[in-house]
């Protein structure tokens, strides 16, 4: 019987006030990559980098790379309806270690969220996926992760799944909606997220906006174009950092 797709990992980080923002992605689809406040951008791709899961600590080794991805304060919350069949869980998280670049060795240690996903994603059976992460400090963040299915004419097939997190505790999402404005060129200018929570108690959505905050990366991987971009990112009055990644068919 042929084995499945990866085990699907994602984690985003970065410092709240933008010096430093990175993004890394194991499964089918695996590379990291690191901007700096200089418009340095540092990428590594699938044959570069190590990944190793002990327990609830992920880390990320490299020549000149080091990183521990840790859980916050609070345990995994697994995501309802992913529509995959798999275990998951989305989490706040802390990012810690070093990387270098151009002979320069830079200190990370900031917040993010990660996602893990054991069924994995086959990859060849999207024609795009589209992933928002932010984090504001004080326990709150959020994640919405947007699978488009190849031949799709529009979002109306899209399969999303998020979590917010907030001082009280995780908070599931029953149905997550997510916009993207471009510049004349086609490029990823501005998200907005709108977020129905499932404890129906509310009956507004929770909502969170960013634009791109800085340079992007782009790459070509296992037929696919990705765009990795730093967001400033605004929710309920608070302000934070993001990133946004998106992977699609040319």
Same mark, same amino acid.
């Given at each position: 019987?042929?084995?499945?797709?990866?085990?699907?990992?994602?984690?985003?980080?970065?410092?709240?006030? &933008?010096?430093?923002?990175?993004?890394?992605?194991?499964?089918?689809?695996?590379?990291?990559?690191?901007?700096?406040?200089?418009?340095?951008?540092?990428?590594?791709?699938?044959?570069?980098?190590?990944?190793?899961?002990?327990?609830?600590?992920?880390?990320?080794?490299?020549?000149?790379?080091?990183?521990?991805?840790?859980?916050?304060?609070?345990?995994?919350?697994?995501?309802?309806?992913?529509?995959?069949?798999?275990?998951?869980?989305?989490?706040?998280?802390?990012?810690?270690?070093?990387?270098?670049?151009?002979?320069?060795? @830079?200190?990370?240690?900031?917040?993010?969220?990660?996602?893990?996903?054991?069924? &994995?994603?086959?990859? @060849?059976?999207?024609?795009?996926?589209?992933?928002?992460?932010?984090?504001? &400090?004080?326990?709150?963040?959020?994640?919405?992760?947007?699978?488009?299915?190849?031949?799709? #004419?529009?979002?109306? $097939?899209?399969?999303?799944?998020?979590?917010?997190?907030?001082?009280?505790?995780?908070?599931?999402?029953?149905?997550?909606?997510?916009?993207?404005?471009?510049?004349?060129?086609?490029?990823?200018?501005?998200?907005?997220?709108?977020?129905?929570?499932?404890?129906?108690?509310? @009956?507004?959505?929770? $909502?969170?906006?960013?634009?791109?905050?800085?340079? #992007?990366?782009?790459?070509?991987?296992?037929?696919?174009?990705?765009?990795?971009?730093?967001?400033?990112?605004?929710? @309920?009055?608070?302000? &934070?950092?993001?990133?946004?990644?998106?992977?699609?068919?040319?």
């Amino acid at each position: 019987m042929a084995a499945g797709p990866a085990p699907f990992r994602l984690v985003s980080f970065g410092d709240l006030d &933008g010096d430093l923002w990175g993004s890394a992605i194991d499964g089918e689809l695996r590379f990291l990559v690191v901007g700096m406040p200089a418009g340095q951008n540092h990428w590594l791709g699938r044959d570069s980098i190590e990944w190793a899961v002990a327990g609830e600590r992920w880390t990320l080794a490299a020549a000149g790379l080091e990183l521990a991805i840790d859980p916050g304060d609070r345990p995994a919350e697994p995501t309802a309806g992913d529509g995959g069949g798999g275990a998951r869980f989305d989490q706040l998280c802390h990012v810690s270690g070093r990387i270098t670049i151009d002979g320069v060795e @830079h200190e990370i240690d900031c917040q993010g969220t990660r996602t893990s996903r054991d069924q &994995g994603l086959d990859l @060849h059976g999207l024609d795009s996926l589209r992933d928002v992460r932010a984090w504001f &400090g004080a326990g709150e963040g959020l994640t919405l992760l947007s699978l488009r299915p190849r031949g799709a #004419a529009d979002h109306s $097939r899209d399969v999303a799944t998020a979590a917010v997190f907030a001082p009280e505790g995780w908070l599931a999402v029953a149905e997550p909606r997510l916009s993207t404005s471009y510049t004349s060129d086609g490029t990823p200018a501005r998200v907005g997220l709108e977020l129905w929570l499932e404890d129906g108690e509310e @009956h507004y959505p929770r $909502r969170a906006g960013g634009e791109v905050a800085g340079p #992007a990366f782009d790459l070509q991987a296992d037929g696919l174009e990705v765009r990795v971009a730093p967001l400033r990112c605004h929710s @309920h009055g608070r302000q &934070g950092a993001g990133v946004y990644l998106l992977a699609r068919r040319g």
